[in-house]
């Protein structure tokens, strides 16, 4: 019977294994613009921007050369797309075309650059992104592009002028001077030009600026711009200078930046923040799981996450007695993992059992709940890399449509 279900999924997954093989291999493969990379002469003043990955996992890499002289300069860098970060004013060094700099204060959990290479006869930017939960390296050319007026940092590029939807919420890390900062916005209404905001902070460890929590703040907005007044709820000497929703690209843009005064020599920090689920580990569908009966043998199968980061996790009960039992998971999409026949016990509504083994590097699976009253099944799929909490309901579907696999 077992077998019988898990063939049509078996082939499935296999399908899923090998687009992202053939993905990864052409990311890889792409890193040919790498090879090509041509002259060892030194970078002036300027800014590049590119794009590499796959179309539903497409990141956008820029990188801004502040300054550079002798063989040591130093850049801002930024990501966004799947990823937001942001890497201001980091010293980095050049030897030939490689350029060496430390953005581990600055790049989300399993995530780094391996390479940049600076390639004089076409002026570009040779960057790879690694990223450990999706197993795949990105290769990037950046192009030189033009450089903001007001902000040098304002290169990257952000696009669109729509209004953002109500109840909304972005993360994104911004770094300097080997320190890091945390920084979340909560579009938490919107009409008519005007809305409520939530923005915090986690501060940076080590300095005076302790971070900041603005909640139920007032806001219009025009074009792009986000106008608030945080000035009641910032640390001092310390300001919210700017913020944009940049619309194609769903994301908000933030700068923090030191007053004038003692504090004028502090970096002003600029983070991209990517669309998240706002319930994280409080999503209000696992709050309002109720019913604490016994699950019986069946599937499950529920999608969730943001449009660029969607995940479809499928459940099967073989079955369950006297609090004990065994299942099969699956995530595909962006995730492709497979935990096979795992005991698990259940107190309540909450289902205990180890998947540390079969899932890929930087995910976890920190809560799973049966919630009887609606036979639905509530799993929590953490993303390091994202730096998200993704939860994801599954209702009962018939074993026979496949996705199961053994």
């Known amino acids: 019977m077992l077998r019988k279900v898990a063939f049509l999924g078996l082939a499935a997954e296999t399908a899923v294994a090998s687009d992202w093989t053939s993905l990864a291999l052409s990311a890889r493969a792409d890193g040919s613009e790498l090879t090509t990379c041509s002259g060892s002469g030194d970078p002036t003043h300027g800014c590049y921007e590119g794009t590499a990955g796959p179309f539903f996992a497409k990141e956008t890499i820029k990188v801004h050369v502040a300054k550079f002289a002798n063989g040591v300069g130093s850049m801002d860098l930024t990501g966004s797309g799947v990823l937001g970060f942001t890497c201001s004013e980091h010293s980095f060094t050049k030897s030939g075309q490689a350029v060496s700099v430390d953005l581990s204060d600055c790049l989300p959990a399993g995530v780094s650059v391996p390479s940049v290479n600076y390639c004089s006869d076409s002026d570009t930017v040779a960057v790879t992104v690694k990223v450990d939960a999706v197993g795949m390296s990105l290769p990037a050319t950046l192009k030189k592009v033009s450089c903001g007026m007001s902000n040098e940092i304002e290169f990257a590029t952000c696009t669109g002028s729509a209004e953002p939807p109500s109840g909304t919420c972005y993360e994104g890390r911004a770094g300097a001077m080997g320190l890091t900062e945390d920084i979340k916005v909560n579009l938490k209404s919107f009409s008519g030009g005007r809305g409520t905001i939530d923005l915090s902070s986690s501060g940076l460890p080590g300095t005076i600026d302790k971070g900041f929590a603005c909640k139920d703040h007032s806001f219009s907005k025009a074009g792009q711009e986000i106008s608030v007044d945080a000035s009641d709820c910032m640390p001092a000497g310390f300001k919210v200078s700017d913020v944009k929703y940049c619309s194609d690209t769903e994301s908000v843009k933030v700068t923090v930046q030191g007053d ?93 059992l180890d998947l540390n083994d079969c899932l890929p590097s930087g995910v976890s699976v920190p809560s799973v709940s049966y919630c009887s009253n609606t036979d639905t099944v509530n799993v929590m799929v953490s993303v390091d890399a994202l730096k998200m909490n993704v939860p994801v309901t599954l209702k009962k579907v018939s074993c026979d449509t496949g996705l199961v696999v053994v």
């Open 260 to 352: 004038s005064g003692p504090l004028g020599f502090f970096p002003h920090l600029s983070a991209m923040l990517n669309r998240v689920d706002c319930a994280g580990s409080a999503n209000s569908e696992l709050a309002s799981c109720s019913g604490s009966g016994d699950p019986t043998p069946g599937c499950y199968r529920g999608s969730a996450g943001p449009f660029f980061a969607k995940e479809t996790i499928t459940v099967k009960i073989d079955k369950f007695v006297n609090g004990v039992g065994s299942m099969h998971l699956t995530g595909s999409r962006l995730l492709a993992f497979t935990c096979g026949e795992r005991s698990f016990t259940k107190s309540g509504q909450a289902i205990s």
